[in-house]
């Protein structure tokens, strides 16, 4: 992995990189950035760099024996542990070879995709105690053949009070060893841990860096990439996985929703539900998803925030309508509802029961606050 084949972030990179060449790297460090963010990527990239021979001004050669071995993932000085999903005495290393795929298909992976290499279903992620003791085991020897021997623990939200265990390892690790903690919640991680590490905050992508990279190796016209980069809200692992859905008019779609809830339409409503039940959960969820950022976009042009609104000109149009018509409190409103929608269907919720709650919820929003405008836009 290099830093060349990662999304945005170049404030990141320059860091990591820096630290190299200043001879500042700390033995403890947590890549603490949300899904999509690129963090693990960031963090094998950092690795591969710290062992590159022959390393370049703003990367890692790609081309030495220790590049090749890394962009397998079987660098004897690489060292990988993550959630697994099975018996108390499973570690890491029963699923190396899944993670090797897992990782070099899906750079940008996520939990539930992890979930699918190794066949999980709904089972409990964690990081056991076994886990720990492997890790205390792997890092008490010195490196084999890099300057540094290296632990990329990935989600370290799932260990738990046996996480205790790895205190002594962080504080007092052998030389030229590397703890990499790579999160997406603080909360959620061990004081202990939180405290003994040195935080580098990774931020969401932004919108023109999603947009150009599914543009420019992902082959997708302008229109498609803005509406997906628009819809992932900073999550490249997101707009990933809307390439492999059919394309729908999600714009469209929320557009009669809101008519019809605007005019009341109970009977049109109920077989507009029946259209989105069928959908397929992943693209309800999408649906949802452009719903919420639409109408949070409504509301920055409600605030006079015009220009940090990214949507295209018809959609545009569209946002400058309703913002007419509807306030920043009704636009909460419905976004907390269409919130809870999101969380419901990820638990498999009735469809046709769940839209049509959803829908009766934004017409009693709609109810008291309608007006002559109103009614214009609805015929429009």
């Given at each position: 992995?290099?830093?060349?084949?990662?999304?945005?972030?170049?404030?990141?990179?320059?860091r990591?990189?820096?630290s190299?060449?200043?001879?500042?790297?700390?033995?403890?460090?947590?890549?603490?950035?949300?899904e999509?963010?690129?963090?693990?990527?960031?963090?094998?990239?950092?690795?591969?760099?710290?062992?590159?021979?022959?390393?370049?001004?703003?990367d890692?050669?790609?081309?030495?024996?220790?590049?090749?071995?890394?962009q397998?993932?079987?660098?004897?000085?690489?060292?990988?542990?993550?959630p697994?999903?099975?018996?108390?005495?499973e570690?890491?290393?029963?699923?190396?070879?899944n993670?090797r795929?897992?990782?070099?298909?899906?750079?940008?992976?996520?939990?539930?995709?992890?979930?699918?290499?190794?066949?999980?279903?709904?089972?409990?992620?964690?990081?056991?105690?076994?886990?720990?003791?492997?890790?205390?085991?792997r890092l008490?020897?010195?490196?084999?053949?890099?300057?540094?021997?290296?632990?990329?623990?990935?989600?370290?939200?799932?260990?738990?009070?046996?996480?205790?265990?790895?205190?002594?390892?962080?504080?007092?690790?052998?030389?030229?060893?590397?703890?990499?903690l790579?999160?997406?919640?603080?909360?959620?991680?061990?004081?202990?841990?939180?405290?003994?590490?040195?935080?580098?905050?990774?931020?969401?992508?932004?919108?023109?860096?999603?947009?150009?990279?599914?543009?420019g190796?992902?082959?997708?016209?302008?229109?498609?990439?803005?509406?997906?980069?628009?819809?992932?809200?900073?999550?490249?692992?997101?707009?990933?996985?809307?390439?492999?859905q059919?394309?729908?008019?999600?714009?469209?779609?929320f557009?009669?929703?809101?008519?019809l809830?605007f005019a009341?339409?109970?009977?049109?409503?109920?077989?507009?539900?029946?259209?989105?039940?069928?959908?397929?959960?992943e693209?309800?969820k999408?649906?949802?998803?452009?719903?919420?950022?639409?109408?949070?976009?409504?509301?920055?042009?409600?605030?006079?925030a015009?220009?940090?609104?990214?949507?295209?000109?018809?959609?545009?149009e569209?946002?400058?309508?309703?913002?007419?018509?509807?306030s920043?409190?009704?636009?909460?409103?419905?976004?907390?509802?269409?919130?809870?929608a999101?969380y419901h269907?990820?638990?498999?919720?009735?469809?046709?029961?769940?839209?049509?709650?959803?829908?009766l919820q934004?017409?009693?929003?709609?109810?008291?606050?309608?007006?002559?405008?109103?009614?214009?836009?609805?015929?429009?």
């Amino acid at each position: 992995m290099q830093f060349k084949h990662i999304v945005g972030q170049a404030a990141i990179k320059q860091r990591l990189i820096n630290s190299v060449k200043e001879g500042r790297v700390s033995h403890a460090q947590l890549f603490l950035g949300p899904e999509g963010s690129g963090s693990l990527a960031l963090a094998v990239a950092y690795a591969q760099y710290l062992s590159c021979l022959d390393k370049q001004v703003d990367d890692s050669c790609g081309e030495c024996s220790s590049c090749r071995k890394y962009q397998k993932l079987m660098h004897p000085d690489l060292h990988f542990t993550y959630p697994t999903f099975g018996l108390p005495k499973e570690t890491s290393i029963d699923f190396i070879e899944n993670w090797r795929q897992a990782f070099l298909e899906n750079n940008y992976l996520n939990l539930d995709i992890w979930r699918g290499y190794v066949d999980a279903g709904n089972k409990q992620a964690n990081i056991n105690i076994a886990d720990c003791h492997q890790i205390i085991k792997r890092l008490s020897f010195k490196p084999f053949e890099s300057d540094y021997k290296v632990l990329i623990l990935w989600l370290p939200e799932f260990l738990d009070k046996q996480g205790n265990a790895l205190l002594k390892i962080i504080e007092e690790p052998q030389p030229n060893t590397l703890f990499l903690l790579v999160a997406q919640n603080q909360d959620q991680i061990l004081n202990t841990i939180l405290s003994r590490t040195q935080l580098i905050k990774i931020p969401a992508l932004g919108y023109e860096d999603i947009k150009a990279e599914l543009m420019g190796h992902h082959h997708q016209t302008e229109h498609a990439a803005a509406e997906i980069a628009y819809l992932s809200n900073g999550n490249l692992t997101d707009a990933l996985v809307m390439l492999q859905q059919e394309n729908k008019s999600y714009h469209t779609l929320f557009v009669q929703w809101l008519r019809l809830c605007f005019a009341n339409k109970g009977i049109e409503l109920v077989g507009f539900v029946d259209q989105l039940s069928k959908m397929g959960r992943e693209n309800q969820k999408n649906f949802l998803r452009y719903g919420i950022s639409f109408i949070r976009e409504c509301c920055l042009l409600i605030a006079g925030a015009g220009e940090l609104v990214h949507l295209p000109a018809a959609e545009l149009e569209t946002a400058q309508k309703l913002s007419a018509i509807m306030s920043i409190s009704m636009n909460n409103a419905i976004v907390a509802e269409l919130e809870k929608a999101h969380y419901h269907v990820e638990r498999n919720a009735n469809p046709k029961i769940l839209f049509l709650d959803v829908s009766l919820q934004i017409i009693s929003f709609l109810k008291t606050k309608s007006s002559p405008q109103g009614n214009q836009y609805i015929a429009n």
